[in-house]
């Protein structure tokens, strides 16, 4: 078709998974279109200021922005066979040619035949219904750490946190070494949902933990001018007096849910799991879909840890690579043991447990077997 780009593997998304994906792919021969729809490499671990927990294998003790360097600096080495672009965002697949179109930017589109796809698209912030959400200085927790820790711009003065979830207690934290006071962190379970580390440091500020409380509403006409929390029973209803809260942000940090659009258009057969946080594809052992040309990693795949998202990725590589015959099927299986050892070590644990119920939902071992 005049006008359509090829190549050998397309990977949609530029964060951990992607990646790593594309660094597997390259490593291993294939020529690589990696599209990303940010200004920048890296995704989520651009934001990231704290220092990883998990595996050596992982980089566990270095600092997000540091990883996203790292693999940065090793895809260099494969300029020669990887082409990125950036500020561009996949928009379509089309099932009847595995055609994928391409904005980048405004203004200049394009559409690009892949023989393969890694689906590295990663995830949304959930958001919560309730009145005057709509209000400017209501935010999701990835836009506050963007703002802080991408542009070095702090959101407000004084900020009410909804979610005591891991990303919650983190951006808490970066919030208060920025200068910024949390006035509370509302949850809406009676326990805290995230590492007890991260707990601690918030606490040991002094910040206080509404378990069973919920937001109510914002205040304000024309941005945030308060919130109203409110305690709830175990149906989730509420209870007891209204209180007040004097602050000019809201963050949101209730969870994610993966970015599969591009999937159900593919046809790709897809399952809710809600250990996973949400509609997943299914996948084998190597990360394809129930699509022949169509692989799937990091939190499109289901809701980790960036880690295990890293490691997704590579599996995918490899099976891209496996899959058009590029590199030696000795070094494929050589590659494959040692990565799905290393997320099996990363799912270990209470939190690993509940992923790994939640893989057993949408696993195969391998399709057409």
């Not at 600096?73 to 990125?84: A, G, H, I, P, Q």
């Not at 994610?256 to 996948?283: I, K, N, Y």
């Not at 190597?286 to 840890?305: K, Y």
Request: proline share 3%.
């Amino acid at each position: 078709m005049k006008g359509l780009r090829q190549t050998e593997v397309l990977v949609i998304g530029g964060g951990p998974a992607g990646l790593s994906a594309s660094l597997e792919a390259a490593s291993l021969g294939c020529q690589v279109t990696l599209v990303d729809s940010d200004l920048a490499l890296g995704g989520q671990l651009i934001k990231q200021t704290h220092k990883f927990f998990g595996s050596k294998d992982e980089r566990a003790g270095t600092r997000g922005f540091k990883i996203s360097e790292i693999l940065l600096e090793e895809l260099e080495r494969y300029k020669d066979r990887v082409k990125v672009h950036m500020n561009c965002t996949a928009t379509g697949f089309y099932r009847e040619d595995g055609v994928v179109s391409c904005v980048i930017g405004e203004d200049e589109y394009f559409r690009i035949k892949p023989d393969k796809i890694v689906m590295a698209t990663g995830a949304q912030e959930r958001l919560l219904p309730f009145p005057n959400n709509h209000l400017p200085g209501v935010y999701g927790a990835g836009a506050v750490q963007t703002l802080m820790n991408v542009y070095g711009v702090a959101p407000g003065k004084r900020v009410l946190m909804v979610g005591a979830g891991n990303i919650g207690l983190i951006v808490s934290y970066q919030l208060m070494q920025a200068g910024v006071e949390i006035a509370g962190i509302v949850e809406a379970m009676d326990r805290v949902g995230g590492y007890w580390v991260h707990a601690a440091k918030v606490r040991r500020m002094g910040v206080p933990i509404y378990l069973r409380h919920t937001i109510k509403e914002a205040l304000g006409d024309r941005v945030v001018a308060g919130a109203v929390i409110q305690e709830i029973d175990d149906r989730f209803q509420p209870v007891g007096k209204e209180i007040q809260v004097d602050v000019d942000i809201i963050c949101m940090a209730v969870g994610l849910t993966p970015t599969c659009e591009l999937l159900w258009q593919a046809g790709c057969e897809m399952v809710f799991v809600p250990q996973l946080c949400g509609h997943v594809a299914q996948r084998d052992l190597f990360m394809r879909t129930s699509h022949p040309d169509i692989w799937v990693a990091g939190d499109a795949a289901g809701i980790e840890e960036a880690s295990a998202a890293m490691v997704e990725g590579r599996i995918a590589g490899v099976g891209v690579a496996r899959s058009l015959g590029k590199g030696d099927s000795s070094e494929h299986s050589k590659r494959l043991e040692e990565y799905r050892r290393r997320l099996a070590d990363l799912r270990g644990g209470e939190v690993g447990q509940k992923i790994c119920q939640g893989l057993e939902c949408c696993t195969v071992n391998e399709w057409g077997v």
